[in-house]
């Protein structure tokens, strides 16, 4: 972790022109991923790999989105699923009982999001580390016992049902198959490389300050709490995003999906890749459904397969995956430099 | 939302007594679990995630040793001596080996035990539906107070928790081992330099809140249906006890865990969906209005 930090402080010192070319190089790796993810159907008419595409899209949005909260600010959020529930249930219920395009209701979706995400935030980031936790789990839970109440409205424990309406919009054809895949993996690119941006802006930096030493930030004339609320917003948003991609993809929105489990498994997968890289929540997400679609096509007690993993994470490696793989090269170059 | 039947009940004697019991017998259970939670957090800083396993094994220990013996004091006695020596099991083999680590860390092996536990118990028992029936000794006319239906069972459950509840507060603050387990809160590594042994202490301590959570579990079996994933609802409603009444504060959780199990028994009646809403909301009140919950010390 130290190690880790010595070296992106290193690499950080010509800030005008390395940050500009880092910007250039991260543009081009979401380039070519998007590429390279969008010629898939060229290549396989496998419908299940572009379905685990599109929930790694789901996902992968909503646990980056956490990372930002967890990794880059030491804000512990236990309630963070609740962004991607009211994406979902926003997203659906805007479809359905509006009909606008979808790209109205996305965007009205973020809107609606921002507005919440900075009421609960407001409240929320002004309580310290387990604290935060709680009440955060709380308006969670508050959230979720609201869609189960007002089933006239949210379709109660059933969930939305009747499917979400998807009408054309510029030739995009969302209830097709292939087009539903490309937009998520266009979603999925462009809110990494957004967040990417926000993490390496000197915002995001203030925000890894303000995790190491608050007080100091503080006193440098940093409005601590307004930063906090800023990413809280933020990150509220992309998980927004991802509980959207979610709804398209199962055409719907279930109660599960504002359950507190949902960011126990984003926090899950934030440890599982690794939380000291921006990509670590990304391979952490592919993990964890991997290991969750295998082990439940061989085993009825998956509990105690990924309970092991889990525990080979937390007791041998100490860290998550990326995490692992990143020290790892970095002693190798340090010993290399040695010799 | 139904008002109308809330106001009638609270007009009612009879139906006061019965919600009341009712919450109280939630309430003294709650109290059970949490209290053993907010002991964990108070001495090892830890909070155990897995602690609504504890509950399930304890429910299921007993309803085994009912089955085995057909006697009700040795099915509560498994109950809690299980779950307690498999707290201490837990706590040395896994626990202790996280306690300077992230706490995600620590979430995260709690989490994978209840995984675990929960395919445990399923692999044992089976993933159906269970239930322990109430003893014979328990099956009489259950008492009448001013028109409420009260059963005597519930008395029982009332009184072991308050008996537990007094015990633990007294050997707490009158005890040599009580001082010496506040001491190793306060500061363990001064308590280990006294030559005590700090890692028999926090063993003993999870054992002891495991066995209160059995014991909560085995009280809970004659009366509840036992299922494998049992325990969940139960920790997160002992969290909010927690947070409610102030982490590592015993009076605390007994008055939180009276408070929701009372907000629970009334709250069914006018807002019969919007029940676990209610405790979420108190919760969101009390966390925002005091941070440290109704008896928490201010945070150092």
Known sequence: MTELEAGRARALVPVSSGAALQRYRDVLIAVIAFAVLASLPLFTGSKALLDFVIRCSAYGLFATSLNLLVGYTGLTSFGHGMFFGLGAYGFGLIMQKLGVPIPVAFVATLAITAVIAAIIGAICVRLKEIYFAFVTLAFQMLIHSTILSWASFTGGDQGLRGGIPRPTFLGINLANHIHLYVASCALLILGLLAMRQIAQSPFGYTLRMIRDNAARASFLGIDVWRAKLTVFVLAALFAAMGGMVMALFVSGAYPEFAYWTISGEAIFINMLGGVSTFLGPMVGTVLLLLLNDTVTRFTEYHGIVLGVVILFFALGLRKGLLDFVAEWFARRRKTGEGR | ?300
């Open chain 2, 1 to 300: 939302m139904d008002l109308d039947a809330l106001a009638g009940c609270l007009s009612s004697s009879a139906c006061l007594v019965t919600q009341t019991t009712s919450g109280l017998i939630i309430g003294m259970l709650l109290f059970l679990v949490a209290v053993g939670l907010t002991l964990i957090f108070g001495v090892l800083k830890v909070v155990n995630f897995s602690h609504g396993a504890f509950y399930m094994f304890g429910a299921y220990f007993a309803m085994a040793a009912y089955q085995l013996t057909g006697s009700f004091a040795l099915a509560m006695l498994a109950g809690a001596a299980g779950t307690a020596i498999l707290g201490l099991i837990f706590e040395r083999v896994f626990m202790s080996r996280v306690y300077g680590a992230d706490v995600l860390m620590q979430l995260l092996v709690c989490y994978a035990f209840v995984l675990i536990f929960d395919d445990v118990v399923r692999i044992i028992w089976g993933p159906e539906f269970k239930s322990m029936g109430m003893p014979s000794a328990f099956q009489v006319m259950p008492l009448f107070i001013a028109g409420g239906v009260v059963p005597p069972y519930y008395l029982l459950l009332i009184g072991v928790a308050l008996v537990a509840a007094i015990v633990l507060g007294a050997g707490l603050s009158r005890t040599r081992i009580g001082k010496v387990i506040r001491a190793a809160a306060h500061n363990p590594g001064m308590v280990s330099a006294l030559g005590i042994n700090t890692g028999l202490i926090y063993g003993g301590v999870f054992a002891l809140g495991g066995m209160l959570a059995g014991l909560a579990g085995a009280l809970a079996a004659p009366v509840r249906s036992l299922t494998p994933g049992m325990g969940f609802s139960v920790l997160i409603e002992s969290f909010i006890v927690t947070v409610i009444g102030g982490m590592g504060s015993i009076l605390g959780a007994l008055i939180g865990a009276l408070l929701l199990g009372l907000i629970r028994s009334f709250g069914s009646l006018g807002f019969p969906l919007f029940t676990e809403g209610l405790m979420y909301l108190f919760m969101v009140i009390v966390l925002v209005s005091k941070p440290t919950g109704l008896f928490g010390k201010e945070a150092a």
